[in-house]
């Protein structure tokens, strides 16, 4: 999320001081640990309430609606998936086989350092095939997802690392979806899942064709 988002969801839910954003951040924590816990339906604004320790007065203060927590909570997803390995994403700009091989790295590398991230998304992701508003919540996190592989896979194709034959757009599609796939069976499997051998596998077809 940029700061300009950031500042954005402040204004409409409050959190405009020190104490507010922290306040805010509290509740948006809450929320997320209780749908990791209990899922989505366990998701209770009072229970929310009461784990940040404040009232659902101040609740509503910052969060107009469930519908507005639960963005918050999209919002805060998305930050930790950009921020996680950062560092290392950087420093492989204009490497985009790098920034693939990454990509697929942090599948393995997130479940074992915040494994709740993938458990509350599968549950949001549920909760979407029945709730329209998650949907599209949901649909815009697959979006900035998919645009940030974009990039990089443009300026594979260009470089010719990458396959010609193809649209982009639906090459950036296969890797969500294998990578969707993966994040299922490494929740099933752990350490059993075959991630090394599998993405070797992603990567040959991805380059097979390359110049």
Do not use: C
């Not at 988002?5 to 839910?13: C, E, K, L, M, P």
């Not at 509740?27 to 784990?51: P, S």
């Not at 998650?134 to 974009?150: F, G, S, T, V």
């Not at 969500?176 to 993966?182: A, E, L, N, Y």
Request: proline share 2%; charged share 25%; glycine share 6%.
């Amino acid at each position: 999320m940029s700061a300009s988002d950031a500042s954005g969801a402040a204004r409409r839910g409050g959190g405009r001081t020190p104490h507010g954003v922290a306040q805010r951040r509290e509740l948006v924590l809450a929320a997320f640990h209780l749908i990791a816990e209990k899922g989505f339906e366990g998701l209770r604004t009072r229970d929310v309430a009461q784990r940040a320790d404040v009232n659902i007065a101040t609740l509503h203060y910052y969060f107009h609606s469930k519908e507005d927590l639960i963005r918050a909570v999209v919002e805060y997803m998305h930050e930790r998936f950009a921020s996680l390995h950062e560092a290392e994403r950087q420093a492989l700009y204009d490497q985009p086989l790098e920034e693939f091989r990454h990509e697929l790295a942090d599948v393995v590398f997130k479940w074992r350092t915040e494994p709740q991230l993938y458990i509350v998304m599968v549950e949001l992701f549920m909760r979407a095939v029945r709730d329209p508003v998650i949907q599209r919540i949901m649909a815009d996190l697959d979006l900035h997802w998919h645009e940030y592989i974009k990039t990089y896979v443009t300026r594979g194709v260009a470089q010719g690392v990458f396959r010609q034959d193809s649209d982009i757009d639906l090459l950036v599609t296969s890797v969500q979806i294998f990578i969707k796939g993966s994040i299922l069976e490494i929740m099933m499997h752990g350490e059993q899942f075959p991630a090394e051998r599998l993405n070797a596998e992603i990567e040959r077809w991805l380059t097979h064709h390359a110049r």
